[in-house]
């Protein structure tokens, strides 16, 4: 069964084609980041916009890499959502109307499903169960997994998601967008202990984040330098350094609570920020000394992409997801509002 999947929830364009039988057949994908970059963030109209122009040229680039003919495929998924209601809605319609056209279903996917989902994609894949942390702009949280579609969600963010403290950080910080990869570039140039930020929420039992007190923090240690006018760039790289150490340690903490909580033995970190290599290595560190094993997506598929849609999609319709043709998409979407596959 090969599937066609359309991701378009914020701002990257992205359009896969998986096959049951033989894997990831195409995958083509397209940022808006340098239109956004001139803003500072995503402008929702804009993005919108641009999904329209590229959606289909995308369509058509998947199933040239594929060696497919146009519309040979057995369903289509897409993200309908969490994600930006008018950017979602360019991905629904595109692919219901495709799926319309060809004649065959469509799938209806949730966009942290797809992330949680994409380590899967990878020849090492853990086997169920096992916990996730997932970090991306919008969600994090720590989830455990005991099969596709069966998550108990065991800790979330109380304010700031992960990705969203990297961002707003950066920009306190003057960096560019986007500013998650920015900061973090700049950390690796700087010393991770000059600084002793607050570790949010690692005393306290249970396994919640926040990290908007960690933001505050940075905020008044770049005023304190700036009474000297501007903060010299060797504090600025210390600055990244220490605020992505408080976040990668608070996250190393939390996952190996709630490894030990579970008794799981498999960790998959997926969404934007799985990609930080700090956070994997300090997390390869503590899988190494709790005899646990931890998984994740290659680069590209740590940020949103159409793989782990098609993905997600086609493990849907092998359980006999229902076909609705008039799913309305939905900007927030809890993940605990899934049906459990069945095998
Ligand atoms: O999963 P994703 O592409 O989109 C959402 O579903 O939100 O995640 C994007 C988020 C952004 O906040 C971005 O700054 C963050 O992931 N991100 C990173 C890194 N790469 C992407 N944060 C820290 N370090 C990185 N290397
Ligand atoms: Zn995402």
Same mark, same amino acid.
């Given at each position: 069964m090969? #599937?066609? %999947?359309?991701?378009? !929830?914020?701002?990257?364009?992205? #359009?896969?084609?998986?096959?049951g039988d033989r894997g990831l057949l195409a995958h083509q994908l397209y940022s808006q980041v340098k239109m956004h970059a001139e803003f500072g963030g995503v402008v929702p109209e804009l993005a919108s916009r641009d999904h329209v122009r590229k959606i289909i040229p995308l369509v058509q680039a998947a199933f040239d890499q594929a060696g497919l003919p146009y519309g040979s495929v057995d369903a289509v998924a897409y993200t309908a959502g969490p994600g930006l209601i008018g950017a979602l809605m360019v991905g629904a319609t595109t692919a219901q109307a495709l799926a319309f056209g060809w004649q065959v279903p469509s799938v209806p996917v949730h966009h942290m499903e797809g992330h949680l989902l994409a380590p899967m994609l990878e020849d090492e894949a853990p086997d169920y169960p096992f916990v996730a942390l997932l970090v991306s702009g919008g969600h994090s949280m720590l989830v455990d997994v005991t099969a596709p579609g069966k998550y108990e969600i065991l800790g979330e963010t109380l304010d700031d998601a992960a990705g969203e403290a990297f961002d707003k950080t950066a920009k306190m910080m003057g960096l560019p967008y986007p %500013? =998650?990869? @920015? &900061?973090?570039?700049?950390? *690796?140039?700087?010393? /991770?202990?000059?600084? $002793?930020?607050?570790?949010? @929420?690692? *005393?306290?039992? +249970?396994? *919640?984040? !926040?990290? /908007? =007190?960690?933001?505050?923090?940075v905020r008044l240690e770049i005023a304190r330098h700036a009474e000297d006018e501007q903060v010299p760039p060797q504090a600025m790289a210390d600055i990244a350094s220490s605020f992505q150490q408080a976040v990668v340690e608070t996250m190393v903490i939390k996952c190996k609570r709630a490894l030990k $909580?579970? =008794?799981?033995?498999?960790? #998959?970190?997926? %969404? =934007? #920020? !799985?990609?930080?290599?700090? &956070?994997? $290595?300090? &997390? $390869?560190? @503590?899988? *190494?000394?709790?005899?646990?094993?931890?998984?994740?997506p290659r680069l590209e598929f740590c940020t949103d992409n159409g793989? @782990?849609?098609?993905?997600? +999609?086609? &493990?849907r319709l092998r359980s006999g997801?229902?076909?609705?043709? !008039?799913?309305?998409?939905?900007?927030?979407?809890?993940l605990t509002e899934l049906e459990p596959m069945h095998a």
């Open positions: 090969k #599937v066609l %999947g359309v991701e378009s !929830s914020c701002d990257e364009t992205a #359009v896969a084609i998986y096959d %500013g =998650g990869p @920015m &900061l973090s570039k700049l950390a *690796d140039t700087g010393n /991770s202990q000059a600084f $002793q930020f607050p570790r949010p @929420m690692v *005393d306290r039992p +249970g396994l *919640d984040f !926040s990290f /908007s =007190g960690l933001k505050t923090a $909580q579970t =008794g799981r033995k498999a960790l #998959v970190i997926a %969404g =934007g #920020v !799985s990609a930080n290599r700090c &956070l994997r $290595q300090k &997390l $390869q560190e @503590m899988a *190494d000394t709790t005899a646990s094993k931890l998984y994740y793989a @782990m849609i098609a993905y997600a +999609g086609y &493990l997801a229902e076909i609705d043709r !008039s799913f309305v998409v939905k900007p927030r979407w809890p």
